[in-house]
């Protein structure tokens, strides 16, 4: 079993659209919850981060942990066009920059 | 947020060749610095954590006498890659850990491309 399992997409929607992307992971341990938003051949760009089960929002995006089910979600509401990048979760264990695990991506296009 | 740089942005040469890619972070000071090796459309993979002052460790299958990694400030960390072959090009980015939250500020990368 992978450490951690992102669906790869590619996942496009119109503009306007909630978008869902979601990360499983099998390590109990892991106690940041990460996503970041990685543009075509740049680095990536850290969204949010979570410590704890529940909800956290910012603006557009709200990311959500589910410890119990191990299970981490990230939605984009009224989705841009400029919304349209690889998502990537990642998770870690330290509270100073620790070694990051990442998923594999979600590919997000964002129709006009 | 926190600004971290990468030099050069792309560069391409030929097989054989060394290559050093810096990495710096640019309004705090990083203790930890990160390596990673992105292939097109797939997630990064650490190649090895570098610690200011101390040798770097390197994950399971990266070669450290190939990737020589050099963290000699705590603004300052440097990959070379050694005699490099085409297997080697990829996307080289870094991030820098500062103190606080488990978070990573990262470069924008550098396109190694060899011929």
């Known amino acids: 079993q992978k450490e951690v399992e992102q669906d790869p997409g590619p996942l496009s929607v119109p503009e306007g659209a909630i978008v869902s992307l979601n990360c499983t992971y099998s390590n109990s341990a892991f106690q940041y919850f990460m996503w970041y938003r990685q543009y075509s051949r740049k680095g990536p760009e850290l969204l949010m981060y979570?410590?704890?089960?529940g909800n956290k929002e910012d603006g557009r995006f709200t990311a959500q942990v589910d410890k119990s089910s191990k299970y981490i979600s990230l939605f984009i509401r009224d989705s841009q066009p400029s919304d349209s990048a690889t998502y990537l979760c990642a998770f870690t264990f330290y509270n100073q920059g620790g070694k990051l695990i990442f998923g594999q991506g979600t590919e997000l296009s964002v129709k006009p | 947020g926190a600004v971290v740089s990468q030099h050069p942005s792309r560069v391409i040469c030929k097989s054989g060749t060394s290559v050093k890619i810096e990495c710096r972070s640019l309004?705090?000071?990083?203790?930890?610095m990160f390596w990673y090796r992105q292939f097109p459309k797939q997630s990064l993979m650490l190649m090895a954590t570098?610690?200011?002052?101390?040798?770097?460790?390197?994950e399971q299958g990266v070669e450290k006498d190939k990737f020589l990694i050099n963290h000699a400030s705590l603004t300052l960390s440097t990959l070379t890659v050694t005699s490099a072959h085409p297997e080697d090009s990829s996307f080289y980015i870094c991030?820098?850990?500062?103190?606080?939250?488990?978070?990573?500020?990262f470069g924008p990368g550098t396109r190694l491309l060899v011929l």
């Open positions: 979570t410590y704890s089960s």
């Open positions: 991030s820098a850990g500062g103190r606080g939250v488990a978070t990573q500020y």
């Open positions: 570098s610690n200011e002052g101390s040798k770097a460790t390197y």
């Open positions: 309004d705090f000071q990083a203790t930890t």
